[in-house]
């Protein structure tokens, strides 16, 4: 069976440390295909029923007050008065487990007229047959625009195989004849065997959890995994996917939006082992880290520079500082820089730890330029140097399992302006992106399973060639 990798942030997206999950297991399944729909084509698949007179279904873009993380709604709306109260709308779930098992609905709704709603769970057989209807308690829906969430919990029925989960609009409280042009939009739907009503979520990844989609997104049931964090980035903002913040210089900064790195040029000269750029971050007695940067050198010169992590005492205030190898990086090329604390670690008291960039061998001059980004800070593991292929931050796909393009297919490439990978079938079914991190990383490694599917991830854009019948991967 092939791994599955999935990189996410633990807070906010390039403002919190990144961890890489390795076959983490599924904790919960959104059994619904399509729970909260955005506008576009197809966006109103899955989606069914008519909850009165004139009523057409509608995908709406998000307006900024759905719930739960939702980026659109469904609305359901009346062209013309309807004469009764009632009826609903719906949408089918995929196969249940056996009978006994139980699933709880939920989902949110809001409407622009006074009413009362319910949620319900219909449940069939294999022959299409009604097994009969859980209901959960109704809800007065006030005319206020809010989003409210309705639910039931029940077990499904002995011969069940599938459901339908549905809101229904009824009778009694706040029941009313919805006029033309009134609506009703719902959204953030919720289907999976639990006896509680969990937090919401679908495919669309969350900062701070590793969701997916088992097929094509907002059309495909979708997955939360959990699992041991095997690897954790501790810089934040690592790859400068949007800003240059976190990091400090000694002169004026700027953010290279185009090769998403940090940018500098020396109002003053800069003395041997000074910090030229440098994070701050948190540490404890003990810790033992690995670190690496990509720094390119943009001056007309050759630069000495090195990496260096310092640990302050958080009472004293003294210094230990490691610092990596020197190296010379000639004008207009680039390095990857590394360093390391050793096994031990952190001294005792360690508050806080900076990584820094330092001039070495000569100062450097005012006028200098440089540039840096893809930093990382992880864990020391077997002690081995910190290569450019280990780096990762929250940004990364979850995983890539399948060919880059057609299957069977021989070479393909790509360029640093085109950082395109198509993901197969096995690619989305864990929840992966079609579109690789936007530093560029493509393929650096490829292997195989018995069943023939190929894995693939890297860290620069490279042509490569698959060779068949044997799968060998050429890179050049």
């Known amino acids: 069976m092939t791994d599955t990798v999935e990189y996410y942030w633990t807070g906010t997206a390039n ?5 890489q999950r390795v076959n983490g297991a599924v904790a919960r399944s959104n059994l619904l295909k399509n729970p909260a729909p955005a506008s576009g084509t197809g966006s109103t698949t899955s989606w069914g029923g008519n909850p009165g007179n004139g009523t057409a279904a509608a995908a709406v873009t998000g307006d900024g007050t759905e719930p739960a993380g939702a980026k659109g709604f469904i609305r359901y709306k009346w062209s013309a008065a309807e004469t009764t109260a ?9 196969a249940v487990t056996a009978p006994g098992t139980t699933y709880t609905f939920s989902g949110y709704v809001r409407s622009s007229q006074s009413q009362r709603l319910y949620a319900r769970i219909e449940w069939y057989d294999a022959s299409n047959n009604g ?7 109704a809800f007065d829906q006030p005319a206020n625009y809010s989003w409210n969430r309705v639910s039931v919990t029940a077990a499904a029925p002995a011969g069940a195989v599938r459901a339908t989960a549905c809101i229904y609009v009824t009778t009694g409280g706040n029941a009313s004849v919805m006029p033309a042009g009134a609506f009703l939009d719902f959204t953030a739907w919720l289907f999976e065997p639990s006896a509680t009503v969990g937090t919401y979520f679908d495919g669309t990844a969350v900062s701070g959890t590793a969701c997916g989609w088992n097929g094509t997104a907002n059309a495909s049931v979708s997955v939360k995994r959990t699992g041991p964090a095997v690897s954790t980035n501790r810089v934040l903002n690592p790859g400068f996917l949007t800003n240059i913040s976190n990091w400090a210089v000694q002169s004026t900064a700027s953010w290279d939006s185009t090769n998403k790195r940090g940018s500098v040029n020396l109002a003053a000269t800069l003395a041997i082992g000074a910090n030229a750029a440098y994070a701050i971050d948190s540490g404890t007695t003990g810790d033992a880290r690995r ?13 000495a520079v090195s990496l260096s992590v310092t640990a302050r005492n958080s009472s004293s205030g003294a210094l230990t500082t490691w610092t990596g190898t ?22 005792s008291g360690t508050s806080t730890v900076s990584l820094a960039i330092n001039p070495r061998t000569t100062a450097w001059p005012a ?10 800070d992880t864990e020391y593991g077997d002690g081995s140097t910190l290569t450019p292929d280990q780096y990762f931050d929250g940004s990364f796909a979850p995983s890539l399992v399948g060919w880059a393009g057609p299957t069977g297919t021989g070479t393909s490439a790509v360029t640093s302006t085109s950082p395109l990978l198509i993901a197969s079938a096995g690619a989305v079914a864990e929840g992966a992106s079609s ?14 399973d018995a069943s023939g599917s190929v894995s693939a991830w890297g860290v620069e854009p490279r042509p490569f060639q698959i060779n068949l019948p044997t799968l060998e991967a050429q890179i050049s």
């Open 291 to 303: 670190f690496g940067l990509w720094f390119y050198n943009t001056s007309s010169t050759a630069l």
């Open 367 to 376: 006028g200098t330029t440089f540039a840096w980004t893809d930093a990382m």
């Open 131 to 137: 097994l009969g209807v859980s209901s959960g308690p």
């Open 15 to 19: 403002a919190s440390p990144s961890v």
């Open 326 to 347: 020197t190296v010379s990086v000639p004008a207009g090329q680039s390095s990857w820089l590394t360093v390391s604390t050793g096994p031990t670690g952190y001294p």
């Open 86 to 94: 009632g009826g609903g709308i719906y949408q089918g779930v995929g």
């Open 435 to 448: 579109v690789a991190d936007e530093a560029a990383e493509f393929l650096a490694s490829v292997s195989t």
